[in-house]
């Protein structure tokens, strides 16, 4: 098996007090060759004091991928320091799965951000003012 990207998934984050502000979680999985998907991240998220009305695809795109990592070096880390880690990270998650792809490998997959259709229609139906 090869792997041919990697897909973050956002949705709706529906553990929020205030659901009219923005609350998004994000899922990173690693997808096969035979078109199966491996989670790999699912503990990522972000919420803001923005309400609805103010999101846009654009910025939920960019944030996922953001927030998905890799994260921001420590204060004794460099960011290549950082992302070699976060990549190792990944690597050894997928062969806990009995998979095995290196982490330049993985780093240099393409990299899908896809919104639930929840997510799509909670911004189509933002009214602003509202």
Known sequence: ???????????LNYNTANRDRIAVSVR?????DTGRSVLLLDDR???SSQKWSQASVVDIRETALVVVG???PSE?????????????HLSDLLEQQDLAIDP???RELPHDVRLS???LKRIGTAV???
């Open 28 to 32: 990173l999985a690693v997808v096969l």
């Open 1 to 11: 098996m090869q792997a041919t990207g990697l897909v973050t998934v956002a949705d």
């Open 70 to 72: 890799p994260d921001e």
């Open 76 to 88: 004794d880390q460099d960011e290549d320091d950082m992302a070699a880690e976060y990549w190792e």
């Open 117 to 119: 259709q929840r997510l």
């Open 45 to 47: 998220g972000w919420s």
């Open 104 to 106: 330049a490998e993985l």
């Open 128 to 130: 602003p003012g509202s």
